[in-house]
């Protein structure tokens, strides 16, 4: 059992939607990847309809395991009428969305800093929210 301050990510609603940071030193390795995933997917589904910003500042490393759990984060978004989208990506993250295409998958801006990305979606209508 994860401790609440050992969370791998951290919930904040802010307005009009939601930013979940990964905690300082999260690796999305095969082991990190799935407890992400179980914490994002358990919020999605707990709060349907839900604007999700995931903060990803602290990661450096993706692995493949971790590209798959996005997928699953992405398909559950889908059923819940959610929109997912992502900031806060180092360059090499941000390689590894476009070497694997899944920077068509997930809406994010590149470069942009975490802060300026919150101000611009919590009052903008950027979000594609899944209906069906």
């Given at each position: 059992m994860v401790a609440d301050d050992?969370?791998?990510?951290k919930y904040n609603?802010?307005?009009n939607?939601?930013?979940?940071?990964?905690?300082?030193?999260?690796?999305?390795?095969?082991?990190?990847?799935?407890?992400?995933?179980d914490s994002v997917i358990g919020y999605i589904e707990s709060h349907p309809g839900v604007r999700l910003l995931l903060n990803f500042q602290?990661?450096?490393y993706l692995s493949s395991a971790a590209l798959s759990e996005l997928l699953r984060i992405n398909e559950t978004?889908?059923?819940?009428?959610?929109?997912?989208?992502l900031c806060g990506l180092s360059k090499e993250v941000h390689k590894v969305f476009?070497?694997?295409?899944?920077?068509?998958?997930?809406?994010f801006k590149a470069d942009e800093e975490v802060e300026r990305t919150i101000m611009r979606l919590n009052h903008d209508a950027e979000w594609k929210v899944y209906d069906g």
């Open positions: 050992m969370q791998p990510v609603e802010i307005e939607m939601t930013v979940g940071t990964l905690g300082a030193g999260t690796s999305l390795d095969a082991e990190g990847s799935k407890a992400f995933s602290n990661i450096t978004a889908k059923a819940q009428k959610a929109a997912v989208q476009e070497i694997t295409k899944l920077a068509d998958v997930f809406h």
